[in-house]
């Protein structure tokens, strides 16, 4: 059931990763938290979690929090209510047949916000989550500068946009280590979720 989620009790941030599962990509963040012993949230899409149930699951075995980027991706401001609905609870749906869960979290396709959406998430019963963090590696604008992002802007509390699908994102994969190294030599705690 729904209890009010508690920050942890020392720095943390959240790595939140957008648009998997992917199979080359998500198996190798899923790997790299888990040497370091971090974990983070994984917005999926439905339809990839269809086609890649197994990453949906591992991620959820390995103690990452998976929630609901939709099932195809659209601009949710610019769809019907039976679209919304359709596109939030097959997703779940898929999501729950892997984890056991009904994802709490909404994080509409680009950010994409407004009244109504926000009103249509909570009909649903989902909190819609941003980041406070962009580090635009969709665009893939090297390495270094993922990495840059990240550490430069990181506070506790921080919540981390990165993407595990949707292109080629192996400068997202090759930022990682040094992101969770140094964010670890600094203290923090890559806290899983703050989806309850
Ligand atoms: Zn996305």
């Known amino acids: 059931m729904a209890s009010e989620w508690a920050p942890p009790p020392a720095p943390y941030v959240i790595l939140t990763f957008d648009d998997g599962p992917h199979p080359k990509y998500t198996a190798q963040i899923l790997s790299i938290l888990r040497s370091y012993g971090a974990k983070a949230t994984f917005f999926q899409i439905g339809q990839n979690v269809a086609r890649y149930p197994y990453l949906t699951r591992r991620a959820h075995l390995y103690g990452n929090s998976v929630q609901n980027h939709t099932w195809s991706h659209p601009n949710l401001r610019n769809v019907s209510w039976s679209t919304f609905r359709s596109q939030v609870l097959n997703t779940d749906s898929r999501i729950r047949a892997q984890t056991g869960y009904t994802p709490r979290c ?76 140094t964010l670890t030599a600094r203290g923090y705690l890559f806290y899983p979720t703050w989806c309850r």
Do not use: E
Request: overall charge positive; charged content about 20%; glycine content about 14%.
């Open 106 to 181: 909404l994080r509409p396709p680009y950010g994409a916000v407004n009244s109504l959406v926000y009103r249509r998430a909570a009909g649903l019963g989902k909190t819609v989550r941003l980041w406070t963090i962009d580090t635009g590696d969709w665009s893939r604008p090297g390495t270094s500068v993922i990495v840059r992002r990240v550490l430069n802007g990181a506070r506790s509390g921080s919540v981390i946009l990165m993407h595990d699908g949707g292109g080629d994102r192996s400068q997202t994969v090759a930022a990682l280590p040094t992101i969770l190294k």
